[in-house]
C-alpha cells in the first residue's frame, strides 16, 4: 500500500500570508495526486488534481506542484474561508489520503 | 443540478449490521465508478471501497475486506454499502463519492454529505 504523509499537521497563519503544505509519498506516485480543502462538517472539496492542475471554479491563490514523491500544495495570499482542513491524495494505485493539514488562525 | 444523497446511517451495536444507501441524480450514474470513503471522528480520510460502471471490478480497503460488500443497481441510481461485523473502529461518517481511485479521474469529483455510523454498545 502507498501511505501519504503530510506536513505540518497543523499550520497557524494570518489573513494574506503564503502557506505551503507538504505530501510525500511512501513510493512514487507520478503526478497522480489531488488536494482537497474540508471545512468542518463538510464533504471535502477538490482544489487540485494530476498534481498541478487547477479544478474549475477553484480561486488562483491556490496552486500545487510536484511530482513522484514529493508535493506541495500553495496557498498564496490567505483568505478567511482558507482555514480549513487540507488532504492530499494518491490516485495511482487505489486510493490513500494523508492524514491532513490543519490551516488555523494565528 | 447534480444531488449525491446518503442514508441508513445510525448506532448499532458492535458485531452488527448495517446497510448504507446513496441515492444519486443529475449525472449519468451508469458511466461512473464509485467510491465509499469514511471519515472517524476528529480523524482524516479513509478510502473504504470503489466499485466500476457495471459492477466489475470492485476493490476494497484492507480493514473492511472480508466484512463490507460494495453494490450499485444502475437502474435505481443507487450505491449502497453492506456492513457486517462491525467494530467500535468502523465509526465514522461515510461519504458516497465519484472521486478519483487508481488513475480514474472522473471531473468534478461528486461526494454527498455523509452518514454518521456509530459502532457501540
Known amino acids: 500500500d502507498i501511505q501519504m504523509t503530510q506536513s505540518p499537521s497543523t499550520l497557524s497563519a494570518s489573513v494574506g500570508d503564503r502557506v505551503t503544505i507538504t505530501c510525500r509519498a511512501s513510493?512514487?506516485?507520478?503526478?497522480?495526486l489531488a488536494w482537497y480543502q474540508q471545512s468542518p462538517g463538510k464533504a471535502p472539496k477538490l482544489l487540485i488534481y494530476?498534481?498541478?492542475s487547477l479544478e474549475s471554479g477553484v480561486p488562483s491563490r491556490f496552486s500545487g506542484s510536484g511530482s513522484g514523491t514529493e508535493f506541495t500544495l500553495t496557498i498564496s495570499g490567505l483568505q478567511p474561508d482558507d482555514f480549513a482542513t487540507y488532504y492530499c491524495?494518491?490516485?495511482?494505485?487505489?486510493?490513500?489520503f494523508g492524514q491532513g493539514t490543519k490551516v488555523e488562525i494565528k | 443540478e447534480v444531488q449525491v444523497v446518503e442514508s441508513g446511517g445510525g448506532l448499532v451495536q458492535p458485531g452488527g449490521s448495517l446497510r448504507l444507501s446513496c441515492a444519486v441524480s443529475?449525472?449519468?450514474?451508469?458511466?461512473?465508478?464509485m467510491n465509499w470513503v469514511r471519515q472517524a471522528p476528529g480523524r482524516g480520510l479513509e478510502w473504504v471501497a470503489y466499485?466500476?460502471?457495471?459492477?466489475?471490478?470492485?476493490y476494497y480497503a484492507g480493514s473492511v475486506q472480508g466484512r463490507f460488500t460494495i453494490s450499485r443497481d444502475n437502474s435505481k441510481n443507487s450505491l449502497y454499502l453492506q456492513m457486517s461485523s462491525l467494530r467500535a473502529e468502523d465509526t465514522a461518517v461515510y461519504y458516497c463519492?465519484?472521486?478519483?481511485?487508481?488513475?480514474?479521474?472522473?471531473?468534478?469529483?461528486?461526494w454527498g454529505q455523509g452518514t454518521l455510523v456509530t459502532v457501540s454498545s
Open positions: 494530476e498534481a498541478s
Open positions: 463519492a465519484r472521486t478519483f481511485f487508481g488513475k480514474v479521474a472522473p471531473r468534478p469529483n461528486y
Open positions: 443529475g449525472f449519468t450514474f451508469s458511466s461512473h465508478s
Open positions: 466499485i466500476d460502471r457495471s459492477s466489475s471490478p470492485i
Open positions: 513510493q512514487s506516485v507520478n503526478r497522480w
Open positions: 491524495q494518491q490516485y495511482t494505485s487505489y486510493s490513500t
